[in-house]
Structure formats: C-alpha cells, structure tokens
C-alpha cells in the first residue's frame, strides 16, 4: 500500500482530481459572494438604463405623432369644402392618398382622421367615410363616439392625449377586433390649418416600438400627462393616489420611493412633462433562508469530492499502468500521462503516414494498372489476376471514351499550375463537378488521359459538347497556358478496347487542322491534301538568304505559312512544310561555315519546337529568328568565294541561268582558268558536266510532276532552246526527254 502512495502517478491522478474541486470550490465561493442580492442590484441598474432608453423612445413617438400633425396641417386641402357646402373629391381623394403615405411611415399609428367643422365627412388613410359611421362602424367606443369629437373640437383647448382605451375596430360589417388605442386630438387655440384631426395610436404597436420587453422580470410601468392623468399602464391596479404626494422631482427629472415590497422609480419627460412610473421589487424574499442552503451545498460538494477523489485515484491506477504498458512505456519512470500523451501523438503521426503511404500505392496501382491495359501484349496469369482487381473502378458504365488533355504554356519554361499532380486533380475535380465518372492520369511531360464512362453509345454527342465546354472553361482558369486535346470513339467497357480507344487518341494530333476547336473528334478526321508549297519561292527563298535580303526572304516564310493557315491544313502537313522551308534555309547556313554540331542543336531545337508549338505563331517565330541570322551571317561575312560549299549552293540557286565559265569566275573574283582548274580538282568533274547534272535532275523532276512542254522545262533549267536541252538530256540519260515523260507516265 506504501508503494501505491508513494507512486507518482496515483499522486497525478489524486491531484488532477483535486484540481478540479479547487476550481469547483473557486467557482462556487464567487458565486456565494455575488449572492442573488449583488445579482438583484446590477440588474436593477441596467433596468434604470433600459428605462431611461424606453422613456426616450415614448418621447421620440409622440414627437413624431406631433409631426405627422403638423405634416396633415400642412397638406393644401383647406379649401376643399365649396361655398354651397358640397365637397371637392377629387382633393379629397388626393388627401387620402397623402394620408396613407404618412401612415404607412410610423407603425404604431393606427390611422389618422380629418374632419371639418362644418361637414360630416371623414377623411381617412383607407379611404372617406361619414363621420358618424365611422366612429359607430368602425371604431366604436361607448364615451368616444362621433358627438363627443365633434363637441370637443367645437371648443378651444391644446393638444390633448385620452388615456389607452378599449375599442371595437371592424374590419367589414360583422367581424371585430378589440385594440387598445390612444386618441391624440391636435389643439385648435391656435389653428394652423381648418381640418380636425385625431391620431389613433395602437398600443401594443407602441410598447413593442419602445421594448417593453427589455424591462426588468416582474416589473410594471405607468405612463401619466402633465396632469397626472394616467394614460397607460401595463399593471391594473396600481394605487398610486398615496406615492403621488410623496413625490416630488429634483434636479434631473428622476426620483425613486419605496413601498412594502416595492420601489418606485419616477421619470420626467424633457419632451412633454410626462411622468414614467417604473414599479419594480425592493428585494427577493427569504432572501437568508437561500444563502445558507447554498453555503450548506457548496461544503458538502467539497466533502464529496474529496472522497470520491481518493478512490477514484486508487481505482484508475492499475488501467494507466496498462495503457502505459500497450505503448512500450510500462517500466520507464516518470510523467504517467506524458508519456500516454506522447505515445496517443506518435500512434496518430505512425496512422496518417501510413494511410498516406496506402493511398499512394493505390494510386500508383491504379495507374499501373491503366498504362498496362493500354498494352497489346499478353502478360502473366499472376499478373493479369492482381491488375483484375482494378477494372471494375474503370469499368462501371457499359462503354467509354478515352480523352487526351495536352497544356500548351506559353512560357516554355514555366507551367501554369503549381504541379503535375495539382492539375490532375484539378482536371479530375472538373470531371466529377459535371458528373462525369471519370479516370485521369498523367501521361508524361504535360499530357493527361482520361477514361470517361458512358451510360449509352448515343449519349456520346451530347458528352462531347459538354467536354467541349468544360475543356473551354478549364483554359480560361489556366493563366497563360492553352489545351488541346482528342477524343476516342465509343468503345465496349473491356480491358482489350483501351488500347484501340488509346491508338485512336495518340494518331488523331497529327490530323488536327489549324482552325480546328480545342477537342478534336477522331470520328470526324478526313484526310485532305490542300498545302500550298510554292517551290520557285522556295528557291528563290535560299537566294534572297545567301544574298542578305532579310525582309524579302522572312516575307516569303510568312506568305507560305499563313496560306497554309488559310487553307486549315492539318497540323501534320503544316510540320512537313515548316521542316522543308527550315532544311532550304539551313543549307544556306550550312554554306556560310556554321559549326555542324551548332546546326545539329539548332535542328533538333527547331523540331523539338514545331512537336510542342501550339499554333503557326510559334512556328513562324522559329522560322523568320533563323531566316534573319542566316541572312545576316551572309551579308556580315567576308568568306572566301572559292569554297567548294559557296560554290555548290550558288549552283544550285541560279542553275537556271546563264552560268558561263566567265560568269563564274566574276562572282568568285578569279580568272576562267583558275576557276577551271579548282573547279575540277576540288569536284572531280569539269564545271560544264557538274552544271549539266544539276540541271538535269530538275529538269527530270519537272517532266515527273508538272505539265509543262519539253521546251518550257529546258529554259527552265537554263538551256537556251529545247535542241540543246533534248541533245544533254539524251546524252546523258540515253533517251530523249519525251520518252523519259512517257516511261514515267506509264
């Protein structure tokens, strides 16, 4: 038992135990000292303030009853009475109207009524009436009737306020409803108008615009005229003929008396001299009596307590020292519930990692099994029976779609999102949002698939609009960066259709068009031959180069590409002609003695880009940077004009022209002979026969593909007439030109 005391976590057990009573014997001890007597005092306090605020709100009333009369008085229907007694009611109707504008202002009015001295008409918010059977039809008192008015406002007297009063209000002929009204009269001593008016004030309107429900629990209020008259008052009885005279009112308009059980607080309006009389208990009774069964209460919970502390402490022991013991801790000394606490974190961090670590194998399986599905080969029975496990989460409609997604940013080097996987799930969560069941995976560099389920084959037209919409809205999320993307046909849910569903989606790019939208339907792919390749500009494109004309040749590159463009020709065709223009102008700077490792990075740069590019912009930009640095390495340069690189290319470029020896050897700045003698060393062949060769291959590709005479294609390739072209031609081919054509031909 000794051991067990002395133990220090059935000390930590008895004293957190014994912290809580303290806090229980602190908590009960404030509360005794602010017994129900200090409770009483602060909220009799605030119910003075809350007083003070309703007396206030009764003085803004009336002032604006005051000014709704003042508003009547001043509206211009004075002369609506006509000299034979016969009334305008077409004013009349108008200050109706007027009436019910001001009504419909100030809640707690219950209507408002105008009268003249010298009819019996009663103008009202809802409408006219006669007088007499208004205050019989529609408001009826038995003292308040249509006589006691109209003897009222035949005399002089103030302002006068009448006293809260029960009245019969009908709605229609039949059906009544008490209320509770006061009757404000305006004075006529001093008459600012010729109409009569009386305001009805509702009363419980009134006392629910002032919070009466704010007043302190028990308490009454009683409202009095300067006259001492009461007007309201929320308690019947209220005997207040003895407290009067014992009242009288100080500096600041408030005084207090207490009676018996009760205190009465007096307040003076500022306003209006009314007198507000708050009634409210002096004290609660057998006050004593509750003290002392409250102190009685408070020790023996502390007693309790206390014992119940001691056994609690020896009774959860033994389940501390085995939760201890679960964690690994159960012989270690020390701080019992530290050590509960650090084992409860280290269980939670170990969870969390390893749900972490589960969800991302799933993943990778999940992805594993999908790139293999793609597959056309077979794979092991092992193999197949653990990616089985997988297809139903792929499978769940009866057919599919497969979408493939490539971002485009325009800034080659940065990417529009944060991650990889961040617009995976983005594109996933994008899917789900429009009900799409849907599977995403990353492709490689900034391509994604998607296997989207499909309910019936028929619902694929209206999928696809919607992909449509939801790809477009997805780019314009994305900032600086453009989709594209392909769309499979409809295949059966079997794990042998994703590869046909993925072939599909992987050749569709290529047969993209240039206009096309952002999806590209593989069902909808014609192939069309429609490129514009002008070979002449082509050609003439490598001389303006290697002659330094930049602005002719970067307009040469942008006339062929934006026809190509206009033509909508696919993506495919438009790479063909790109690589056809760069390889011309490469050979140009091929012969202006480039390194050919910088050409071999600069081709596989060109190549890299027209794969990635995401429009002809990109393209065109490549192609007029490289046309403009090719052209001025030619006109910067002074190279050596005897260069078997310069000397080949201008061949080639102007072998449709007079290349006489003499010709030569002006543009490379040497003699005949010389030129001659180098020409032959350097080549292997004399000038004439390498310039026929040359002249010959274009020629025989000219009678192949064009349908221009003999005649035409030998001053084409720089023969003065077709003689001297067909006599070359059949010397070194052994047939004519026309029979070559009609072999090729046939």
Request: glycine residues 4%.
């Amino acid at each position: 038992m000794k051991r067990i005391v002395t133990n220090a976590g059935l000390l930590q057990i008895f004293f957190a135990l014994l912290l809580v009573i303290t806090v229980m014997f602190v908590s009960n001890y404030i509360v005794y000292k602010n017994s129900i007597s200090g409770i009483y005092d602060k909220v009799t306090q605030n119910n003075a303030l809350i007083m003070r605020s309703i007396i206030q709100s009764f003085d803004n009333s009336f002032r604006t009853v005051n000014n709704v009369i003042h508003s009547v008085h001043g509206l211009r229907y004075d002369d609506s009475i006509q000299s034979d007694g016969r009334m305008k009611m077409s004013e009349i109707y108008m200050m109706q109207e007027q009436l019910a504008s001001l009504l419909s202002n100030v809640d707690y009015l219950e209507d408002i009524i105008v009268f003249y001295d010298h009819s019996n008409l009663a103008v009202t918010s809802r409408g006219t009436s006669d007088l007499h059977t208004l205050f019989t039809s529609k408001y009826r008192h038995e003292v308040y009737d249509a006589e006691y008015w109209r003897s009222l406002t035949s005399t002089k007297h103030e302002l006068k306020t009448f006293p809260a009063a029960d009245y019969r209000v009908y709605s229609d002929g039949t059906q009544f409803k008490n209320k509770r009204l006061i009757a404000i009269v305006d004075g006529n001593k001093f008459r600012l108008s010729s109409k009569n008016i009386i305001m009805l004030v509702n009363v419980e309107a009134l006392m629910k615009h002032v919070d009466q429900k704010a007043m302190l629990p028990g308490a009454s209020l009683i409202v009095m005229d300067q006259a001492r008259n009461i007007l309201l008052s929320t308690e019947e009885s209220f005997g207040l003929m003895e407290i009067l005279n014992d009242v009288y009112f100080k500096a600041g308009n408030e005084t207090s008396v207490t009676r018996e059980n009760f205190e009465y607080n007096f307040y003076k309006s500022d306003y209006n001299a009314f007198i507000y009389i708050d009634k409210v208990p002096y004290q609660f009774q057998n006050i004593d009596s509750v003290n002392q069964a409250n102190r009685i209460i408070m020790f023996t919970g502390i007693l309790c307590a206390l014992l119940l502390s001691g056994l609690l402490s020896i009774y959860l022991y033994k389940p501390v020292k085995r939760i201890l013991q679960l964690f690994g801790e159960g012989h270690v000394k020390g701080n019992d519930f530290r050590k509960i606490h650090s084992g409860i974190l280290r269980i939670q961090s170990e969870n969390d990692s390893y749900r972490k670590q589960l969800e991302l194998v799933d993943a990778e399986m999940r992805k594993v099994v999908f790139f293999q599905s793609l597959d056309a080969f077979p794979h092991t029975e092992e193999q197949d029976a653990l990616l089985r496990r997988h297809y139903p989460d792929f499978f769940r409609k009866k057919y599919f779609i497969m979408l493939y997604l490539e971002a485009v940013p325009e800034q080659k080097d940065r990417l529009p999102f944060d991650s990889i996987e961040a617009f995976e799930a983005r594109l996933r969560e994008s899917l789900s949002s429009e009900r799409m069941h849907a599977e995403v995976f990353h492709h490689g560099n900034l391509r994604f698939l998607a296997m989207i389920g499909l309910d019936q084959s028929s619902g694929r037209e209206t999928l696809l609009r919607r992909l449509g919409h939801l790809v477009l809205r997805f780019e314009k999320e994305l900032s600086n960066c453009a989709l594209r993307g392909s769309v499979s046909r409809t295949y059966e849910s079997q794990v042998s259709n994703c590869a046909k569903a993925y072939d599909d989606v992987l050749h569709a790019s290529p047969y993209r068009k240039m206009k096309d939208a952002i999806l590209l339907d593989v069902e909808t792919i014609r192939y069309e031959w429609n490129v514009y390749f002008p070979f002449e500009r082509v050609e003439k494109l490598s001389n303006l180069l290697l002659n330094g004309r930049r602005d002719e040749a970067v307009e040469i590159v942008r006339e062929t590409l934006r026809e190509n463009l206009e033509r909508n020709v696919h993506r495919n065709q438009l790479r063909h002609v790109a690589n056809a223009i760069f390889f011309s102008m490469l050979q140009v700077a091929e012969g202006n003695g480039n390194d050919r490792q910088a050409l071999y990075r600069l081709e596989l740069d060109f190549q890299r880009m027209v794969e990635g590019a995401s429009g002809i912009a990109d393209i065109e930009e490549a192609l007029v940077r490289l046309a403009a640095t090719v052209a001025s390495q030619s006109q910067g340069e002074q190279r050596s004009k005897l260069n078997p690189s310069f000397i080949s290319q201008y061949i080639d470029l102007h072998y449709m022209e007079n290349l006489y020896l003499d010709h030569m050897a002006e543009v490379l700045e040497t003699t005949p002979k010389y030129f001659s003698n180098y020409f032959k060393k350097t080549f292997g062949v004399n000038y004439v026969e390498y310039l026929n060769k040359v002249r010959l291959s274009h020629a025989k590709e000219l009678l192949k593909d064009s349908s221009l005479t003999v005649a035409e294609i030998g001053e084409k390739t720089g023969y003065l007439n077709s003689s001297t072209f067909t006599t070359t031609f059949k010397k070194y081919y052994g047939i004519s030109p026309s029979e070559y054509r009609k072999r090729q031909v046939s």
